[in-house]
Every structure is written in C-alpha cells, then in structure tokens.
C-alpha cells in the first residue's frame, strides 16, 4: 500500500493536492466581476455566490466559516476575496475568522472605482502571483496528510454493492495510514445511525452522533417531512430505493469500517486523525462545499444516476456504480466499479483501483469535474431558524 504522495506544502504544516489562485465573491453583486477575471486569469478558479449573508440572516455562523475555510485551504495558494465595499460586514468577519497564516488580498468595487476597473486590478494581482504560483514544487508527504471527503449522491440500487464498500475500503486504508475520512449527509443516516453508534471511540462521540441526527430529524419533521419509511428523493426512488433506511444502510459504507472518532459541524475542520462525521444536508453542492471548507484536499463522490458536480479548489473523483452508466456518461465519470454487479472484479479489487486514483489525484492527476469546470457552489445555512449553528 502507497504510504505517501507528491503535495504543495502550507505554512501550516497541511498539505494540498492542487495549487489554485482563488477569486472568491462575498455576494451575488460582484459575481459577474469575480467570472470575468477568473475566465482570464492565469492559474484562476472562482466560483458564483447565489445569496446574501448576513448577521440578521439565518446561517450567518456557518456562511462566515465556509468562506474562510475556503481562502484557507490548502489546495489554494492564494485568495482574492471580492466584496462591493470595504464596510461589506461579511468581508470583515471572515477576515476576523481567518488565521494569521492565511494567504489573500481584499479587492472592492468602490476601492477600485467600479467593476471595469476592479476586473483589471484582479487580472493584475493573478499574474503577479501566478509566476510566484509556478515556482512551487510538489515534494513528498505521507499520506496521514490527506483529509478525504466521501459523497454519493443520485444513488441507485447497486449504489450499497459496489461503490459505496470500494470507497469504504479505501476510507480504511487511508485511515490505516493515519489520514482523515469525512463521512457527511446527516439526513442520509437516518435509519443507520445505531451502525455508526457502535463503533464509536468513546459515550461522548456516540451521543454527539445520535444528538446530530435527531436533531437533523426533527427540524426536517417540523417542515412536515417524516424520513423514516419515506424516500424523500425522487431520483433515489427513480434509481431503486424504496426508504430512507436502505439509503442510509448503503450510504454509511463510505466509511468503511473503522472506528467513528469525532462528530463535527458543518465545514468544520476534523479534529483528529481517523473517521469523523460532519453535520450536513443532503443536497451534494452543499455537502461538497462544507467538506473542502473542512480541508478536504480530495473526494470521491459515488453515483448510480450521474451528476456533473464538482468543487472550485477540490478535486472530485467520481464513481459509477454499474458500467452502463460509466458508457452513457463517459465524460463525468473516472471510474466504473460496474464490474462488482456484473461478477468481473470483487470489492476490494475495485477498491484497489481507487485507491490507486486517489493517490494518483493527488499527485495531481485531473478528474472529470476539473476538465469540465463543474464549479458548483451553495452554503448550507441549518437545519431551520435559529439552529443554524450549535
């Protein structure tokens, strides 16, 4: 087994797998400056904000710790954050939230005197940095350095048989190694929740677990939705899952089976090496953009009906679960553990492919959703008003 890979090393000890100039907006009024710069610039990804966040606004807590979660990534180099004023109060307390060794520079509209002109000054600042960016080299770093993010999404009946247990065993081999796992879509527990409350280190964590999804539950239930025995995705049912609970009993496979080591909210960072469960909904742009918040340097999302979303600053590894979704959907899919349904390849001899791609990604190997620029963003704002952050 791989040990070690080839990264971009941080001040701060972490390790990236890419090495990106982020152009980051604060709010949909710069969005269309932020794109224009990042189409031109050299070595630039950006993404587009869809909401205005603010302290009277609910998800205000998670919203400011999403974004400086981003600039401080390290698959990033360096960040412009990109406001419409100096006095923008979302500029400021991210800015108060990100630690001293966080590496960007604030452009504003107003400052730079419109958005011709702000566009000009954020093309100036990626050149500049990008010579800097090119002289970086990967050097050797084991593999206790990753933080890997599991997501499936778009499931289908084979999801639970073949992909879900590859990633799983990949999940444990990295945490063999000493790395981190995330295991995310809290409303995708429910119902498998006892599985993971097995296994984990200590009474605390079990009952931070069992806290996390009834809390999820029941602010889901005071919208009117009852999970359990009830599918609430269409596509799922589409796919062939009948509940919630045979979701969930395929879904919690991601993380294979080692112990659960921590309970954490939404783009938290994972505090210790091994397993740990972060607090997110079901919606896959929300739990990707949480999980690269929390530093993951990689996903591998699993898929049994397809879907092109990828991250800005994260690589994300897509997995098909039957191969005739790999032929259909070539261009979004890197990997097929199809074989396992069809006979051809046991669990772990797919696992084993995996994990060779995901030290491959790391390395700096492209996926799909880079090549095709699947850049979706979206913070999950909480569970319902006044729970936005516990």
């Not at 971009?8 to 710069?37: C, I, K, Q, W, Y």
């Not at 100096?86 to 604030?106: C, N």
């Not at 909210?265 to 090496?273: F, G, K």
């Not at 590894?317 to 349904?341: E, H, Y």
């Amino acid at each position: 087994m791989r040990s070690t890979f080839h990264g971009f090393m941080r001040a701060d000890g972490r390790v990236g797998t890419r090495n990106h100039l982020l152009v980051l907006p604060l709010s949909p009024a710069v969005n269309r400056v932020a794109m224009t710069a990042v189409r031109e610039g050299p070595g630039a990804v950006g993404v587009q904000v869809s909401q205005d966040f603010g302290p009277d606004l609910g998800g205000w807590t998670l919203a400011v710790r999403t974004l400086a979660g981003w600039v401080d990534h390290p698959n990033v180099y360096r960040t412009i954050l990109l406001a419409a004023t100096p006095s923008d109060r979302l500029l400021t307390a991210v800015s108060e939230h990100l630690p001293t060794t966080a590496t960007y520079d604030v452009i504003t509209l107003a400052e730079a005197g419109g958005a011709r002109r702000a566009i000009s000054t954020v093309l100036a600042r990626l050149r500049q940095w990008d010579q800097a960016r090119k002289a970086v080299s990967r050097q050797l770093a084991p593999l206790s350095g990753l933080v890997l993010g599991t997501e499936c999404g778009g499931s289908d009946a084979c999801s639970g048989l073949s992909a879900n247990p590859a990633l799983g065993r990949v999940s444990d081999r990295l945490i063999e190694a000493g790395g981190r796992v995330i295991l995310a879509e809290t409303t995708e527990l429910i119902g498998a929740e006892h599985l993971l409350a097995e296994r984990a280190v200590t009474p605390s964590v079990r009952e931070r677990l069992l806290a996390t999804v009834h809390h999820a539950e029941l602010a889901a239930m005071r919208m009117g939705v009852d999970f359990r025995g009830a599918q609430p995705s269409p596509g799922n049912m589409a796919g062939g899952i009948t509940t919630i609970e045979e979701k969930s009993l395929g879904c919690v496979h991601k993380g294979g089976s080692s112990p659960l080591a921590d309970v954490i909210d939404y783009a938290e960072r994972p505090r210790v090496p091994g397993l740990t469960v972060m607090d997110t909904p079901g919606h896959d742009v929300m739990q990707l953009v949480g999980m690269a918040a929390g530093g993951a340097q990689i996903i591998v999302f699993t898929t049994g009906r397809g879907t092109p979303t990828g991250s800005a600053i994260v690589p994300v590894i897509k997995v098909s679960t039957r191969t005739d979704l790999k032929t259909q959907l070539a261009d979004i899919i890197d990997l097929d553990a199809g074989p396992i349904i069809d006979g051809e390849l046991s669990v772990d001899q797919v696992a084993d492919q995996l994990f060779r791609q995901v030290i491959a990604v790391a390395n700096g190997q492209t996926v799909a959703a880079e090549r095709g620029r699947d850049w979706e963003f979206g913070i999950f704002s909480g569970w319902a008003e006044g729970m936005a952050a516990k």
